[in-house]
Structure formats: structure tokens, C-alpha cells
């Protein structure tokens, strides 16, 4: 038996990396499309593309091990069960319950994976990602230095270069800035240059025109120039230096300091707890998810048309479990004594796959010892 179970948790755990390794990528694309669309639209490089996406990957796995877990489960009973391995095993005298220890094993195995990303890792990379998005934020060349497109870095501002030298050397650039009441200030220019100090970051415009529009009387000024200066440094500085994130706090001190981190956040202290045993259900959930997909399998009697209607059954049930989880959310933020309902959705998977384990030992009959068989 131990090696039958050693056989059905290797099974499991090959499975169980495969749908995880899709689902990753599935999920990682489907973020990575928006993420691209808004760093490198914005003139960031694309190392600094590929640093992001890497950071997101733990916070993307964490999500993903649950339906893993569960696909991996459904997957190999039913491969065990349509090769009449299952049915050997029962007629060797074990019950469903015992073939379920390696399901066991192989959801607490995972739930502890699943402990080590919620607790650790992703704290740390959405920390990280925070800090490096503040950084960035500072960028001359992210935030103006974007040839051929036109830029929004301000409310109320447009900006335009047609081309970027090798040298620095802007080409045929357009300013507009709206942000005064009741006036419209456009600039352009044949040629400009971004120069910083510690004064702050300036915009040097050459043989251009300056247009003052006065929207109360519809008065246009129009100034030639051949040298202009334009301070840019509320463009190009950051908007605020952001503050953290319940997600980027480590677990221990959105226990201990509940009240302190809440307050810090500006959120309610049942959003503080509810995303600290968060992290425990979620790892829990690995465990229901795997259960729940082994046990609703073993229940379904014999048919010939596969056990189709039982993995759908089965989706259905954990469906369940995460309506029960989203219910249960609310409440939970809203007064943080309720936070014992985070655990809800597990105990209902837990008490869902062993009722679907009883129903399938219902009319499971032990076999027979030598010594016990009739004379």
C-alpha cells in the first residue's frame, strides 16, 4: 500500500505541474498583454517590462495552485478509474476512504507551497513592485521622451515630439497646457532639449511660436520666439509617494498591528484580517479543491459514457465553495470579529467531499480474510 501510494502522489504531483505550468501562462499572458500595453506605450524599455511581469509571477501562481490541484485530482482518478486500477484496489478490501490518503498527502503538500508564496513571496515581489513603479514614475524619458505618439503626462497637458535624435535632440515638438482656468497656452518648436538640475527638469524650446488663447473673449496672443524654457518638473515628478499595500505587508504584522496597519491604510480592520486569513484559506483551499475532485469521482457508479457528468458535478461543487468564499467577504470586512468566516469555504468543501466519500462507501463491502471466508 505504501507503495501504491507513493505511486498515486507521484501521479499526482507530474499532473499537478503540468496544469499549473498552463494556467501560469494563460494567466501571466493575459496580464502581461495590459502590462506591456502600459509600460512600453509609456517609453519604458523592455527590461523593465520583463522585471514587472517576473515580479507579478508569484501573486499569478498563488492563484492558480487551487485549480491545479483540483484539475490534477479529477485527472488522475479518472484515469485510474477508467484503466480499473480503482476497482482492483476495492476488490482488494480498501475503501474509498483509505485511496484517499495519497489525495490527501498531495493536497497538503501543495497547501504548504501555496503557504510559502502567500506568506513570503508575494508580499515580498508586491513590495518590490511597488517600490520599482515609484522609481519609474520619476523617468524623464518614460513619462515625455516618446517619439511619434502623443502624451497626457498632467491633466490638462499634451505633448508631442516627432522625432528624437541620437544626440537628445527633440524634433518638431508640441506643448499644450490647459491646466489655467479660462486660458489655453500652446507651444511649438523645430528643435528642443530637456535640461535638469537641481533646480528641477526644463524643457529649452528653439525657433518656435507661443499661442495665449483667452477662452472669456476668445483673444488669441501669438509670440515668435527663437529661445524659450519651459519648466516641466510637475510633469515628470511622481504624484505622490506611494504608500503600501495590505497585499505587500508581511502576514505576522497584519495580525499583531491590526489597528496601526488600518489605520496606516485608511482601510477598516476587518480588510486588514480578512486579507491576513486570507493567506491560511488559501492554502487550505488547495487541500478542499483535491478532495473534492477525488471524491466526486469515486462517487459516480458505473456508465459507459464516461465520467463526464461527475467532473462536471465536480466543477460545479467548487464553483460552490468560491460563491460561498465571495459571500462570506463582505461580512468579514465590514466587522473584523467575524473574521472565523474566512475558514467558511473550507470547512463546506471539506464537508462536501466527505459526504460525496460516504456516499461512495455506501456500497463498499470490505473483503473477505482467508480465515473469515465461509466453510
Known amino acids: 500500500m505504501q507503495r501504491f501510494d507513493r505511486y498515486m502522489l507521484s501521479q499526482l504531483m507530474v499532473v499537478f505541474g503540468f496544469f499549473a505550468l498552463v494556467l ?22 523592455a527590461g523593465i517590462f520583463l522585471e514587472f511581469t517576473l515580479l507579478s509571477l508569484p501573486a499569478v501562481i498563488a492563484l492558480v495552485m487551487p485549480m491545479a490541484a483540483f484539475g490534477a485530482a479529477v485527472y488522475v482518478t479518472n484515469r485510474m478509474a477508467g484503466e480499473s486500477e480503482m476497482t482492483v484496489l476495492k476488490a482488494a478490501g480498501l475503501s474509498p476512504w483509505r485511496l484517499a490518503r495519497p489525495v490527501l498527502v498531495f493536497g497538503v503538500l501543495v497547501a504548504v507551497m501555496a503557504s510559502v508564496l502567500a506568506h513570503v513571496l508575494v508580499p515580498a515581489s508586491a513590495g518590490k513592485l511597488r517600490l520599482r513603479e515609484s522609481e519609474i514614475s520619476v523617468s524623464v524619458s518614460a513619462r515625455l521622451l516618446h517619439e511619434g ?34 486660458r489655453v497656452f500652446t507651444y511649438t518648436a523645430e528643435n528642443a532639449y530637456v535640461l535638469r538640475d537641481d533646480a528641477g ?67 477598516r480592520p476587518g480588510q486588514i484580517l480578512q486579507e491576513a486569513h ?21 462517487s459516480a457508479s458505473f456508465s459507459r459514457f464516461g465520467a463526464t457528468r461527475q467532473i462536471v458535478g465536480a466543477i460545479f461543487l467548487l464553483v460552490l465553495v468560491k460563491l460561498v468564499e465571495s459571500t462570506v467577504n463582505t461580512p468579514v470586512r465590514n466587522s473584523a470579529a467575524l473574521w472565523p468566516l474566512v475558514y467558511l469555504p473550507s470547512l463546506v468543501g471539506l464537508g462536501i467531499a466527505a459526504a460525496l466519500l460516504a456516499r461512495a462507501s455506501r456500497n463498499f463491502r470490505p ?8 466453510a
Open 149 to 182: 505618439t502623443f502624451l497626457h503626462p498632467a491633466r490638462g497637458v499634451t505633448f508631442y515630439i516627432r522625432e528624437i535624435t541620437a544626440n537628445g535632440e527633440l524634433l518638431d515638438v508640441y506643448l499644450s497646457d490647459r491646466r489655467s482656468v479660462g
Open 278 to 298: 486570507g493567506r491560511f484559506e488559501q492554502a487550505l483551499l488547495c487541500v478542499v479543491a483535491a478532495l473534492i475532485g477525488y471524491a466526486a469521482l469515486m
Open 24 to 45: 501560469v501562462m494563460v494567466y501571466w499572458v493575459n496580464a502581461s498583454v495590459s502590462l506591456f500595453d502600459e509600460l512600453i506605450t509609456d517609453g519604458h524599455s
Open 367 to 374: 473483503a473477505c480474510r482467508p480465515s473469515e471466508a465461509p
Open 201 to 267: 527638469t526644463r524643457l529649452t524650446m528653439r525657433t518656435g511660436m507661443a499661442q495665449d488663447l483667452r477662452l472669456a473673449d476668445d483673444t488669441l496672443s501669438i509670440t515668435n520666439f527663437n529661445d524659450l524654457t519651459y519648466d516641466i518638473s510637475a510633469l515628470v515628478a511622481p504624484d505622490g509617494v506611494p504608500g503600501r499595500k495590505a497585499r505587500a505587508i508581511s502576514t505576522r504584522e497584519l495580525l499583531t498591528d491590526t489597528d496601526a496597519v488600518a489605520q496606516e491604510l485608511n482601510d
